[in-house]
């Protein structure tokens, strides 16, 4: 078994800076998340093109909408690493940032906090090009510190998301740690739900 923490150190340390091996765990979680914000998240994957190992082409609906429009202006899909990202996931990339920008990660949300987590962000590729059309749609550039995120930033979003993708791990933990109960309260915190995270397995939880 390799924990969460484990796999981020070894991924930084080998060089290979991929949150490739996370996936069955992020499946677990997102499995769990699914049937709560089934009208919350909606899947983007046929207005992009998948370039990431560990990509979960999955939106908000409006922000959805938004890049829809965007792409149909450009006539072409945008090549997407990440759109949402699972709590696991997220703590693999703030761990980097957080350890003196290990893997050349220069910008990361606390764990819990992330527009991805939120389902209102995307990373993609030869962003330069999609910079004037995606503002056009209410998606804003982050910038140079972190040039393949925009973050959608028109009406019809809710902050559910970010919650209940907390909560999704928290019922994961919680199904398979009887003897260790955490709060399903959708809040992560350096107490409870980080450290669980943090020893989580990245090949997901056995099921006995
Ligand atoms: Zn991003």
Redesign the pocket.
Known sequence: MTTVREYAITRAADGSCTTAGVQPLNDQIFELAVPVLMNDLVSCEDIVEIVGSSTIPFLQPAARAALAEAVAEMDERPRLV?AYRTLAHQYVLFFWFNHNQLCDISLAATPGS???EQGI???IRENARWRAVLARHNWRW?GSV?P??FTYIGPGTTSRVRKESIRAFQRLWNIHNPADLIQEDGVYGDIETGPRIERSPVEGFASD
Request: hydrophobic content about 25%; cysteine-free.
């Open positions: 990440h992330s527009p991805h962000a995307i990373d982050r972190d393949a995120h």
